[in-house]
């Protein structure tokens, strides 16, 4: 993330002219780095993937890959769409390949998602615990949507990302998009509260 006060990377220079110097054709906006993008973007790209169904153990590799393809692909950036929808769209890819692969397999319980009673920890951590199971109950729910309902869904109700930005990085009209948030919203909840209920986690 660019220190306070330094320009945006997007953003033109204001510097003047020099005196007496031609304006000449107009300087096109500035790239960011790969290393910009990273330091602004890494939190949000590890979220990304792992909802996007990739196993805990392997959302860090899995975003490094991720980072690499941006890497080599900043250049191609336009700068048409949000930098968070295109990183998104490049972690969908990513994600899609992972889930793809013979190797993964889904498991029940894994490190990030054992569920344990409220009395194996102080109450102090009780609250905390009840949001990480909810979480990770959450993000086996999201499993059950199709990559382009689960782009919407996770864009729009995780990230805050504005519908007509989600449907143009989406490719798709604006009435379609948010059928895809409504049908995605339907299997997420039904799938969300069954989880929900054969775990035995409090709301």
């Known amino acids: 993330m660019s220190p306070p006060g330094a320009p945006h990377p997007l953003a033109p220079s204001s510097a003047p002219a020099a005196q007496g110097a031609s304006l000449g054709p107009a300087v096109l906006p500035t790239r960011p780095t790969a290393q910009a993008v990273f ?16 196993r805990p153990a392997d959302v860090e590799d899995v975003a ?49 998602r054992v569920l344990r009673p409220e009395s194996a920890v102080p109450p102090d951590q009780a609250e905390a615990l ?9 993000d086996r729910a999201v499993d059950v949507l199709d990559d382009n309902r689960r ?10 990302v504005p519908m ?18 409504r049908e995605a919203r339907a299997q ?16």
């Open 164 to 181: 007509a930005e989600i449907a143009q990085s989406q490719g798709c009209a604006l009435f379609t998009a948010y059928g895809r948030l």
């Open 39 to 54: 330091a602004e973007h890494a939190a949000f790209v590890l979220r990304s993937v792992r909802r996007l169904g990739v």
């Open 151 to 160: 782009a919407v869904f996770v864009l729009y109700e995780l990230e805050s």
């Open 188 to 203: 997420v909840r039904a799938r969300f509260e069954a989880l929900q209920k054969s775990s035995k986690v409090r709301p």
């Open 64 to 112: 490094q890959e991720v980072f690499v393809i941006v890497h080599r692909k900043l250049d191609s950036f336009s700068g048409t769409s949000s930098m968070r929808t295109w990183l998104f769209g490049i972690a969908l890819r990513v994600a899609s390949d992972y889930r793809r692969k013979a190797y993964v397999r889904r498991e029940q319980l894994d490190d990030d």
């Open 130 to 138: 009840r949001r990480k199971e909810l979480r990770a109950l959450l």
